[in-house]
Antibody, heavy 119, light 107 residues
Framework: QVQLVESGGGVVQPGRSLRLSCAAS????????IHWVRQAPGKGLQWVAV????????YYADSVKGRFIVSRDNSKNTLYLQMDLLRADDTAVYYC????????????WGQGTLVTVSS | DIQVTQSPSSLSASVGDRVTITCRAS??????LNWYHQEPGKAPKLLIY???TLQSGVPSRFSGTGSGTDFTLTISGLQPEDFGTYYC?????????FGQGTKVEVK
């Protein structure tokens, strides 16, 4: 069965860095675009970034562009999110989500990992 | 970026009620509009994609309509497991965006 498992969250000070991972199983990882979506405590969903199949096509929300980098290792079935210059407003649960094979929507989600930016 | 605006932001309803949530895009997105349901503490779940196609396994009481800038999610006969927050999301451009959410609460 399709599984996405995020890891790497934790408490980090403002201005520091953190790297999240999303380990995939149950499908051919290299055939799917995978996105990061975040949700601040008590708030709505915010799209963050995407890495399409070969990893060279990547896009970012304006709020993280220049600070976050999304990458993937298709040999390890893993997506990453390198987060630099973290700010308090980056505090959120970060989900990775798979794009459906034949449609542009998120058909599977991970359980999320919490990132807290605080001094 | 394309903005998507949901209304209402919250509503109260009873089991068995018909519930309608709307989503409006800031420019035409054809039918690149999806709907999700999220329960507290859980990841969102896809209900409808491409404006009107029911995701596999989703009950037929859920339906979606619309194209261009105006979209609607309808729940025909609200069930206890349907309470929670609903989000629309556009996938028309390279940068995807979500609506702000509609919280459906028990009346």
């Amino acid at each position: 069965q399709v599984q996405l498992v995020e890891s790497g969250g934790g408490v980090v000070q403002p201005g520091r860095s953190l790297r999240l991972s999303c380990a995939a199983s149950g499908f051919t990882f290299s055939n799917y675009g995978i996105h990061w979506v975040r949700q601040a405590p008590g708030k709505g969903l915010q799209w963050v970034a995407v890495s399409w199949t070969d990893g060279s096509t990547r896009y970012y929300a304006d709020s993280v562009k220049g600070r976050f980098i999304v990458s993937r290792d298709n040999s390890k079935n893993t997506l990453y999110l390198q987060m630099d210059l973290l700010r308090a407003d980056d505090t959120a649960v970060y989900y990775c989500a798979r794009v459906g094979g034949n449609f542009l929507a998120f058909d599977f989600w991970g359980q999320g990992t919490l990132v807290t930016v605080s001094s | 970026d394309i903005q998507v605006t949901q209304s209402p932001s919250s509503l109260s309803a009873s089991v068995g009620d018909r519930v309608t949530i709307t989503c409006r895009a800031s420019q035409s997105i054809s039918t690149f509009l999806n709907w999700y349901h999220q329960e507290p503490g859980k990841a969102p779940k896809l209900l409808i994609y491409s404006a009107s196609t029911l995701q596999s396994g989703v009950p037929s009481r859920f339906s979606g309509t619309g194209s261009g800038t105006d979209f609607t999610l309808t729940i025909s006969g609200l069930q206890p497991e349907d309470f929670g927050t609903y989000y629309c999301q556009q996938s028309s451009t390279t940068l995807w965006t979500f609506g702000q959410g509609t919280k459906v609460e028990v009346k």
